[in-house]
T-cell receptor, first 114, second 113 residues
Framework: DAGVIQSPRHEVTEMGQEVTLRCKPISGHNSLFWYRQTMMRGLELLIYFNNNVPIDDSGMPEDRFSAKMPNASFSTLKIQPSEPRDSAVYFC???WGGGPYEQFFGPGTRLTVL | KQEVTQIPAALSVPEGENLVLNCSFTDSAIYNLQWFRQDPGKGLTSLLLIQSSQREQTSGRLNASLDKSSGRSTLYIAASQPGDSATYLCAVPPLYNTDKLIFGTGTRLQVFP
């Protein structure tokens, strides 16, 4: 199994631009998580999907952030418009059974907004 | 609100030493406790998962213990090696929302030859 796949690995963009991050979870997993990691705040859960349905999006910082999971093998996290304070590493993780079960993380996308 | 703290924030030791990393949580109502490893520029790798009913879990040179009543977990690394150098994070899903992992701030470990 290839593990959780994220793309791109690095993204540099200018303030105001739209950014789309992509994730392919491990085949057979029914839960998908988007996290953000910064030096100041550590790892934070942004949104969680179960069976392609968003369950908890209370961690999404503001309306500029949106996430979709059109099918069991693909999810996107979109930031529009992007701001410098969005600069962080964004991780996608998947699991079988939800949050309390072992989560497998992707390598992350390092986003820099200038 | 659950808060998770890890001490020390950083640790540098010579190869071969036995290590103890600490994790404290404020609310003992947890579903389980998980330890992760993060290498620079990489994602997290799950190391050990201790159910709330368990006292400890072992995997190779790693042993994690859990004392729910005191809100503590320790990760013991035996005979440390340079390859153990990484950041170690603990995380708990609180019972009030088991889907949400609350992460500690991590301990950055460096093992030098």
């Amino acid at each position: 199994d290839a593990g959780v796949i994220q793309s791109p690995r690095h993204e540099v963009t200018e303030m105001g631009q739209e950014v789309t991050l992509r994730c392919k979870p491990i085949s057979g997993h029914n839960s998908l998580f988007w996290y953000r990691q910064t030096m100041m705040r550590g790892l934070e859960l942004l949104i969680y999907f179960n069976n392609n349905v968003p369950i908890d999006d209370s961690g999404m910082p503001e309306d500029r952030f949106s996430a979709k999971m059109p099918n069991a093998s693909f999810s996107t996290l979109k930031i529009q418009p992007s701001e410098p304070r969005d600069s962080a590493v964004y991780f996608c993780a998947s699991s079988w059974g939800g949050g309390p079960y072992e989560q497998f993380f992707g390598p992350g996308t390092r986003l820099t907004v200038l | 609100k659950q808060e998770v703290t890890q001490i020390p924030a950083a640790l540098s030791v010579p190869e071969g030493e036995n290590l103890v990393l600490n994790c404290s949580f404020t609310d003992s109502a947890i579903y389980n406790l998980q330890w992760f490893r993060q290498d620079p520029g990489k994602g997290l790798t799950s190391l050990l998962l201790i159910q709330s009913s368990q006292r400890e879990q072992t995997s190779g040179r790693l042993n994690a213990s859990l004392d729910k009543s005191s809100g503590r977990s320790t990760l013991y690394i035996a005979a440390s090696q340079p390859g153990d150098s990484a950041t170690y994070l603990c995380a708990v899903p609180p019972l009030y929302n088991t889907d949400k992992l609350i992460f500690g701030t991590g301990t950055r470990l460096q093992v030098f030859p």
